[in-house]
């Protein structure tokens, strides 16, 4: 039978055994409480959230750790707060076998939405015609 991608969150989750369910409910949990408008979605088949238009952030479960994907950036702005986990450019691994670091995560998401603000590109403001246009 061939294997299907999650098409939510609540399908990934059931593919791992109930303590991993349980740290990708706390992840989760933690990311939309930092991050209130962002929307989850699934992409490269984990858990992922859209910030300003595009995915900003991913999470997912492995054998030992969940990892959190905030991107490059992000990783290098808490380089000094991550030295006790696992880091490659854009990810960082939490062990499963110990508690998440909620004031941590939030930080880093916290830090991505402002990224995420900061590099959106402003709107533009229908300008009304100028006086020498209206007297035509």
Not at 16 to 25: E, G, K
Not at 36 to 49: G, L
Not at 126 to 132: L, V
Request: net charge positive; hydrophobic share 40%; charged share 25%.
């Amino acid at each position: 039978m061939k294997k299907t991608d999650p098409t939510g969150f609540d399908e990934y989750a059931r593919a791992f055994p109930a303590p991993t369910q349980r740290a990708l409910r706390t992840m989760r949990t933690m990311i939309e409480e930092a991050a209130p408008d962002a929307v989850q979605r699934i992409s490269y088949k984990m858990p992922a959230y859209v910030i300003d238009g595009k995915v900003r952030i991913w999470f997912g479960a492995f054998e030992s750790h969940i990892g959190l994907y905030p991107g490059a950036a992000a990783v290098a702005a808490f380089e000094d707060d991550l030295t006790a986990y696992k880091t490659a450019k854009g990810s960082i691994r939490f062990p499963l076998d110990q508690p998440l670091p909620a004031k941590l995560i939030a930080r880093i998401v916290a830090f991505v939405v402002r990224e995420a603000s900061d590099s959106a590109p402003p709107t533009r403001r229908r300008q009304s015609p100028s006086k020498s246009a209206r007297k035509m």
